[in-house]
């Protein structure tokens, strides 16, 4: 069982979000077909889709579950900008990712407020997917362990619905992800007090995506650029085990 996942961000609209869920849901269902056939259970995935926020689709794909990028922590109310679990309901979805670093630094959300968003999405039942991952500097420091500690400040655990993805900053968009042993040492590091499935993020692409998928401890992965394509995210899917 492997998670592939997919943040489109700021990228694509709502037409092209449509006809790419379309082509792969459609894709989906031949592998599951293909793996009924094979009897090849193992190899079941779990896909998920982040559109961007204003080309959210209702949740009603037959294997695909569309999650939202990001959502403030409320029902509804006075909040310029922000979408609240209301508007997420109308859509059937029940899937968000939170503390990606994305939002954390360039948004300037704290942990603080990170902590008050998983707790309120945890109530709701989510699946939520929590982003984590040092930058350059803390890498380069030697602090990798701590800063990441720090980064569950307020966090349930042993939330039911949760999935870690570990996304190195330094690796996110730059074409460069981590190398496979860094990726094992980090994920072992979080094995050691997490017992929920680990994602890798920064830079997977159809050419790494296997090597990375068959590290120990990581669970799926987490995609940003090579996800914009169909028919890209589709390869990275077929690396699964
Ligand atoms: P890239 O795959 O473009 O590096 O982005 C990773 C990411 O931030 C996914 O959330």
Redesign the pocket.
Known sequence: MAIF???F?CNLTRAQTKTYLAELDAYLGYLEQDSNKHQDSHKHTEVFV?PNQAALLENTYKFVRVGAQNAHCVENGGFTGEIGAEQLREFGIDSI?IG???RRTIFGESQDYIAQKFAYFAKAGFRIIY?IGEDLSVRQSGDVEAFLRAEFEGISRDYKNLIV?Y?PIW?????V?ANVEDIERTHAFLRSFLNVPLLY?????ETNAQEIVRVANVDGV??????LDCARFCKIIESRC
Do not use: D, P, R
């Open positions: 996942a997919a943040n961000k982040f990712l990606h670093s994305e982003c993805a996304e690796a996110i968009g730059t074409g992800s993020g920064g830079s997977v692409n987490l995609v940003g650029s090579a996800s």
